[in-house]
């Protein structure tokens, strides 16, 4: 999955209803999500809750791209088309609870100087990111 839309902490995300992950989710909402930088090794880590939408949730049609119709096929049955109001389609919003981000200095000598020469490591907690959100 693509992130489909960030505001604040929060992200979003459009899947595919039929997917594991929404029986996953009703089961357990406790989520990691987690990006990589691979060319600077910066990183972020987000715990959060994973909540589930309608298929008529209006933000699906707000954050919807043409390319993401290929993740989804035309069934060419007139409903299943990828297009924004496929039934199949559906959000995942995760609301971050807790974020650690990770921002390491570009170095010219090598990996041996990371865990030395870190300019950044940060946690925002629950508290501080509920400002974000508003």
């Not at 993740?71 to 199949?88: A, C, M, Q, Y």
């Not at 921002?103 to 974000?132: C, D, K, M, T």
């Amino acid at each position: 999955m693509a992130v489909a839309k960030r505001t604040g902490p929060d992200f979003l995300f459009l899947a595919n209803a039929h997917a594991q992950k929404f029986d996953d989710i009703e089961k357990n909402h406790v989520c990691n999500l987690y990006f990589q930088n691979s060319s600077t090794q910066d990183w972020i880590s987000v715990t959060g809750e994973a909540v589930t939408s309608s298929n008529d949730d209006p933000r699906i049609k707000e954050v919807y791209a043409k390319p993401v119709s290929a993740w989804f096929g035309d069934l060419k049955d007139g409903v299943h088309t990828g297009g924004p109001e496929d039934p199949r389609m559906k959000l995942i919003e995760v609301k971050a609870n807790c974020e650690f981000f990770l921002f390491l200095p570009s170095l010219s000598l090598g990996a041996v100087l990371i865990p030395v020469r870190i300019r950044h490591l940060l946690l925002e907690g629950r508290h501080q990111l509920h400002r974000f959100r508003y």
